[in-house]
């Protein structure tokens, strides 16, 4: 009998990946409970042991060896129960070690059911979450599909480890990246930063160090087979992938495209960027609802302002004294330090301000938002950057395929 307990256990310990040891302690500690139980005594003095050799199991309460039959079946049913919590403790702590250092990779299992809006995901020895918030738009899945998706975070809660997945963050797509191009697990091409509206359109920056590698080319594919992989897997989400550039003005203008850039200019914080372009490019680079140049801002990391120089010239007309809140005093100052226009004052830093004398941080706060309440509002009287009202555009690489001209070149 004692023979088959221990292989039992090791079976037991195979199975569930659980060390044997921890099945012997949560066995002894049920004999306890279970030898208290029988005494009718919570705080009878009972130790249990289990020979680790033999299987040998010895139980002494009281200063007395307690035999098996002295067990009735109520204690017989605290200690199953007990053995049974421990295990499933032991068994929720192996499955969270063993996942909680793949938060920050890819993950991919079955999808089980619908929970609520969420989907439950079969990832194997556990069940993985990927929420209603994390989902993209454009996509479905019934039970039974694959499903490959981004482990944002591994939390160890009361009810088990809580393994929460996303389909929609930007990490989705490098990972994506990382799986179909080599060279970014060789370390030759480097992704540099990813911005995502998910189920439509994502950028992506990409370098190398080595110049004669085309990291764009690399990433696209021979002709364009390797992206075109990723947006099977993204469900048709478009892909602008760009080239970094450690110069800012460089970097900017390329995450704009397709459309072509006249000139940019640089706050003295270097946060935000006043980006010219010609009349037949405001459409393209603005982007559909502001789409492209906001997944621009957010590639680069600085607020993108994109004009054409009529427009610029219409509101540069406007003097910081037209802004509420601002005296002949405060005006005097703010000249004298270059905020002359309201322009540069709606794109000026708190940074900036506070250096200019009698102006606070919240001050400069107030002053910029009003700066910016102005400029809203003098849109009314200049051509605003939509595409509803600017001239169609053709249509440009990336609207009709899912890589650039640029892009559709051989690694």
């Known amino acids: 009998m004692n023979s088959e307990l221990l292989s039992v256990l090791d079976n037991l310990s195979r199975e569930k990946g659980i060390d044997r040891e921890v099945i012997l302690e949560a066995i002894e500690s049920a004999l306890v409970s279970a030898a208290r139980k029988s005494l009718g005594s919570l705080t009878a003095d009972v130790t249990a042991t289990i020979d680790r050799a033999t299987g040998t199991i010895l139980v002494i309460a009281e200063g007395k060896e307690l035999a098996n039959a002295e067990f009735g079946r109520i204690a017989a049913q605290t200690a199953k129960q007990v053995i049974f919590h421990k295990i499933r403790e032991a068994e929720r702590s192996v499955i969270f070690t063993e996942f909680s250092p793949r938060a920050g990779t890819m993950l991919t299992g079955t999808m089980q059911r619908f929970d609520r809006g969420a989907i439950v995901v079969d990832i194997g020895k556990t069940e993985a979450v990927l929420p209603k918030r994390e989902q993209s738009p454009k996509e479905t899945f019934r039970p039974g599909d694959r499903v490959s998706a981004y482990c944002i975070e591994v939390n160890k809660t009361a009810k088990g480890p809580q393994i929460i ?21 060789q370390g030759i091409v480097e992704i540099k930063s990813v911005s995502r509206e998910a189920g439509d359109r994502a950028k992506v920056a990409v370098y190398t160090k080595d110049e004669k590698i085309d990291c764009v080319g690399a990433c696209v594919g021979m002709r364009g087979t390797r992206v075109k992989d990723i947006v099977r897997e993204l469900h048709g989400e478009k892909i602008d992938i760009i080239r970094w550039s450690p110069k800012l003005e460089e970097y900017v203008a390329a995450a704009l495209s397709p459309a072509k850039v006249v000139e940019i200019q640089m706050s003295p914080d270097r946060r935000q960027v006043q980006v010219i372009v010609d009349e037949d490019q405001l459409s393209l680079a603005i982007g559909k609802r502001g789409q492209n140049v906001r997944l621009a801002a957010k590639l680069v990391g600085v607020d993108i302002d994109v004009r054409t120089r009529v427009q610029l010239e219409k509101l540069a007309q406007w003097s910081v004294g037209e802004v509420a809140g601002i005296g002949p005093k405060m005006r005097e100052a703010l000249e004298e330090a270059g905020f002359n226009k309201v322009d540069r004052l709606a794109r000026s830093s708190v940074e900036d301000l506070t250096r200019v004398k009698g102006i606070g941080e919240k001050i400069a706060e107030r002053l910029i938002e009003e700066a910016k309440k102005f400029m809203t509002q003098l849109e009314a009287e200049v051509p605003p950057p939509a595409e509803e009202i600017a001239p169609a555009a053709p249509a440009s690489p990336s609207e009709d395929s899912n890589a650039n001209p640029a892009q559709e070149q051989q690694p």
């Open 165 to 185: 997945l996303s389909r929609s963050h930007p990490s989705f797509v490098l990972e994506l990246f990382k799986m179909e191009v080599p060279e970014i697990g």
